[in-house]
T-cell receptor, first 110, second 111 residues
Framework: GQNIDQPTEMTATEGAIVQINCTYQ??????LFWYQQHAGEAPTFLSY????GLEEKGRFSSFLSRSKGYSYLLLKELQMKDSASYLC???????????FGTGTRLTVIP | SQTIHQWPATLVQPVGSPLSLECTVE??????LYWYRQAAGRGLQLLFY??????ISSEVPQNLSASRPQDRQFILSSKKLLLSDSGFYLC??????????FGQGTRLTVV
């Protein structure tokens, strides 16, 4: 089966850095997605990691360790608009869908 | 470019009434199509996915069903809604299980 774990909630201060962790267990793992979802809206794509290491994209970076079944999303220079849920999703080789975690609700405070 | 349309945006239905949510994709052929549900405080739960016309895979047993009458049309239905069916329903498409592109969602409240 598949299992994806991420913290339920996090709080961070505007301008700071926050790291959201995700651990996964899945057979035939292919890659790891991160999505951002504002309340009441659809998720939007943030990043995709296939190889080990850090992928940087502006203020957002995502890291993957395939051997450890671990990923994190790093958000720098936090802004109030970054308050949202962040969903980790595992892509399984040969499967036709993504397996989502329950999401981490991030609250950015002044 | 590809676009995905999902309607209605909000829906309030009484218990026991039927349901029909429609999703269409434009600008692509033979996409994988998905229905997800997101209940309060929970993550995205995959309900159904389809790799082609008339091909439906169900991930979670429930009183919902899905159909794909055309290549780019995916419909979520129920004959009799339950209170527990309330939630945020999202349609999505992808190329063979890669990055999923979501519709804007339907917030269903069963009363």
């Amino acid at each position: 089966g598949q299992n994806i774990d991420q913290p339920t909630e996090m709080t961070a201060t505007e301008g700071a850095i926050v790291q959201i962790n995700c651990t996964y267990q899945t057979s035939g793992f292919n890659g790891l997605f991160w999505y951002q979802q504002h309340a009441g809206e659809a998720p939007t794509f943030l990043s995709y990691n296939v190889l080990d290491g850090l992928e940087e994209k502006g203020r957002f970076s995502s890291f993957l360790s395939r051997s450890k079944g671990y990923s994190y999303l790093l958000l720098k220079e936090l802004q109030m608009k970054d308050s949202a849920s962040y969903l980790c999703a595992a892509e399984q080789t040969g499967a036709n869908n993504l397996f989502f975690g329950t999401g981490t609700r991030l609250t950015v405070i002044p | 470019s590809q676009t995905i349309h999902q309607w209605p945006a909000t829906l309030v239905q009484p218990v026991g009434s039927p349901l029909s949510l429609e999703c269409t994709v434009e600008g692509t052929s033979n996409p994988n199509l998905y229905w997800y549900r997101q209940a309060a405080g929970r993550g995205l739960q995959l309900l159904f996915y389809s790799v082609g016309i008339g091909q439906i895979s169900s991930e979670v047993p429930q009183n919902l069903s899905a159909s794909r009458p055309q290549d780019r049309q995916f419909i979520l239905s129920s004959k009799k809604l339950l209170l527990s069916d309330s939630g945020f329903y999202l349609c999505a498409w992808s190329y063979s299980g890669g990055d999923a592109f979501f519709g804007q969602g339907t917030r269903l409240t069963v009363v």
